[in-house]
């Protein structure tokens, strides 16, 4: 089945199209977005028994950029500017591909997209749509800093999968350099890269013995002294939560998540965007990883390995140990993998893998949390603590990262429970439990939700969510969210807090507070955590904070340009490692005015890599390059604000409060 779409169906809504032979150019002015709508009164026939959506695109302008294609849908009765959903795809600057999105998006349930060849990031926001119910199809190009050009040919409908044929270019250098681009600071060549690398080994060999880093400290701040408790703690200032290390020092934690020595980049069906690639067996072989099925090369590795032969493992552990120290940060983050973690004297959190869920889920990663199940698995969750609980160089432990059922705005996860077919939810079984409760019968409920029911089982059977808009339901669905999201923090949490009492609960991690029920559970945790993506994060703090009241940790940040060598910036997105260097002093400075904030982690040590990771990222927002040559101006602003922190923290002295220019982000989010 293969239906197919002209692009003299297209109408502007905004920005500009240009039919160019049997090809239409999507074009947009700087900060600017475009918009083209298939005006075709059936257009949802065209859905009808397809799969895919596909069209091919070469990406044109903006020659250092990736450029962000929207694919929009409207479901009937939105008769907004705004769709229900939109898939966002980025693509590689300057390239040809084509780009498929899976109709299976249109349920929402999946925020990612698996990559596809030529393609970068993909992700699904809004709600979900019915293919049966479509009023509305758009494609478009999402706002960026500079101007932008796609040309894209027919759409197609299909039931299967296309081939996806790639253009015969080489994109990338031997030392997983982007090829089609110079820019200051690039290294020129492999007896570069190995010679400052091996300047780096012997710069980190004199520091040690030199005496310069302190082998015994936590990192606490000499200047606040608290009483000892053994173990990392929380502590109040004058008002201003803070850490305090084993000794009873003041700690702010300034951290960097993915302390690892990896750049990978899945190469399979796009290899010869690639200058050169090792083989799979020899000196090399352990370069070539695997990630969900998919072959990757670890770049970074592969120049360690052309360094420092089978020693590199050892030597970049001290190199990477030796620029933390001198640089300020006193937190090896989430996500890490640095050898012998706790050999290196540097405190750190604790990555949990596996968070508990069931085999049926309510909705995206949400599981069955009153099942025996759950628990079952949260117990099997909390024994990879075991081996940490003795440590004290161990902060504490993040539950989670950025579950996928918070990502939807105003979401009532009762209500998602009651749409769910499964009649055999344990949660299903207690929230009619619940109700039993709260009427004396079925008719009173009845009566108040504007409902038929026979009786209370009847809420087993799936409940279109149309029908829950009386104020009693919207009331008890309300509460009993806050109790789903409260047993779904509290299981693992007790889990966790069994196996180690020792060491601070740290939270999920979340990407987004986006309404109250969010922080249900929070009395089981010890610190609240967000990932907060702002130029300042002091409004999201207060608004966190007030909900919460409690002490409240960042677990990622950061700030990209496109100035090095990559093509996205991140998702804040600044001019230059100048202003990189200003917006990270401005970030911190933040924090510590805030009462309840105990630290920032910066999010990451590597830059990805310019063909993008497993799920397409490549973004230009680590500390170090792919050669781990540093970003000297971004570091300057990064020890400059790091020797004033404290200062900050106890009010010694105020905000400097830099204005970073700042750049529109071109990701896929």
């Not at 937190?331 to 973690?341: D, E, H, Q, R, Y």
Request: aromatic residues 12%; glycine residues 8%; hydrophobic residues 35%.
């Amino acid at each position: 089945m293969e239906k197919i779409l002209k692009t003299e169906a297209l109408q502007i809504e905004y920005g500009t199209v240009v039919p160019e032979e049997s090809l239409s150019v999507l074009k947009c002015e700087a900060l600017e977005g475009a918009r083209a709508s298939y005006v075709q009164e059936d257009i949802v026939e065209y859905f009808k028994g397809a799969d895919y959506i596909y069209l091919d695109i070469t990406a044109r302008k903006a020659p250092y950029s990736s450029p962000v294609i929207q694919f929009e849908f409207w479901q009937e009765g939105n008769d907004t500017r705004e769709p229900d959903l939109t898939v966002r795809l980025s693509c590689l600057p300057q390239t040809s591909t084509c780009l498929v999105v899976p109709l299976t998006a249109l349920d929402a349930q999946n925020i990612f997209l698996a990559r596809t060849p030529g393609r970068l990031r993909g992700f699904v926001a809004g709600s979900s749509v019915s293919k049966e119910k479509i009023s509305k199809f758009a494609v478009g190009l999402r706002e960026y800093w500079s101007e932008q050009e796609v040309a894209f040919g027919e759409l197609h409908f299909s039931d299967k999968m296309p081939e996806i044929k790639l253009e015969p270019v080489k994109l990338v250098d031997e030392l997983g350099q982007w090829m089609q681009r110079e820019w200051e600071g690039k290294t020129k060549g492999m007896d570069e890269m190995i010679a400052g690398l091996r300047n780096q080994q012997k710069d980190a060999i004199r520091e040690k013995a030199a005496g310069n880093q302190e082998e015994h400290s936590y990192g606490g701040w000499p200047g606040l002294r608290f009483e000892k408790s053994g173990y990392f703690a929380l502590e109040e200032y004058k008002g201003k939560f803070l850490l305090k290390d084993p000794e009873g020092y003041g700690f702010f934690s300034t951290g960097v998540d993915v302390v690892s020595p990896e750049i990978n980049c899945p190469v399979e069906q796009i290899e010869n965007y690639f200058s050169w690639l090792p083989e799979r067996n020899g000196v090399f072989g352990d370069a070539w990883e695997s990630f969900g099925g998919m072959d990757q090369v670890n770049f970074l590795k592969l120049n360690l390995i052309r360094a420092f032969g089978t020693e590199w493992e050892e030597v970049w552990k001290n190199i990477i140990t030796s620029f933390l120290k001198q640089w300020g940060f006193n937190t090896i983050g989430n996500f890490s993998k640095l050898p012998a973690m706790g050999e290196v004297n540097i405190p750190y959190v604790c990555h949990l893998k596996d968070f508990p869920g069931t085999k049926q889920l309510i909705y995206r990663d949400f599981p069955d949390v009153f099942s025996e199940e759950y628990e079952e698995n949260a117990a099997r969750y909390a024994k990879q603590l075991e081996n940490y609980r003795e440590d004290r160089f161990v902060i504490g432990y993040f539950m989670r990262n950025e579950p996928e059922w918070a990502f939807a705005e105003e979401l009532e996860i009762a209500a998602e429970l009651l749409k769910y077919p499964c009649r055999t939810l344990k949660t299903k079984e207690r929230f009619i439990d619940y109700l039993k409760q709260q009427y004396s019968g079925i008719e009173e409920l009845n009566k108040e939700w504007g409902m038929a029911l026979d009786s209370f089982e009847d809420f087993k059977n799936p409940v279109a969510v149309e029908v829950l808009v009386s104020p009693a339901a919207k009331k008890h669905l309300t509460a009993f969210s806050y109790e789903m999201i409260k047993q779904y923090v509290k299981v693992p949490a007790l889990a966790l807090k069994k196996v180690d009492p020792n060491h601070l609960n740290l939270g999920m991690r979340y990407a987004f507070i986006l309404y109250p029920n969010q922080c249900a559970g929070k009395e089981y945790m010890d610190v609240f955590s967000i990932n907060c993506y702002k130029v300042d994060p002091g409004q999201v703090l207060q608004e966190v904070t007030s909900l919460t009241k409690m002490p409240v940790l960042i677990g990622e940040f950061h700030f990209g340009s496109i100035d090095k060598g990559l093509g996205s910036t991140g998702i804040v997105g600044v001019a230059s490692q100048k202003d990189r260097a200003m917006a990270y002093q401005r970030y911190i400075e933040a924090c510590t005015q805030n009462r309840y904030c105990i630290g920032a982690h910066w999010f990451q040590l590597y830059d990805q890599h310019c063909m993008g990771r497993m799920d397409g990222e490549n973004y230009q927002i680590g500390l170090l390059d792919v050669c781990n040559r540093p970003y000297e101006e971004f570091i300057e602003g990064v020890k400059y604000t790091h020797d004033s922190m404290y200062l900050l923290c106890t009010g010694r002295m105020q905000p400097e409060k830099p204005e970073p220019e700042l750049a529109k982000s071109n990701i896929a989010s």
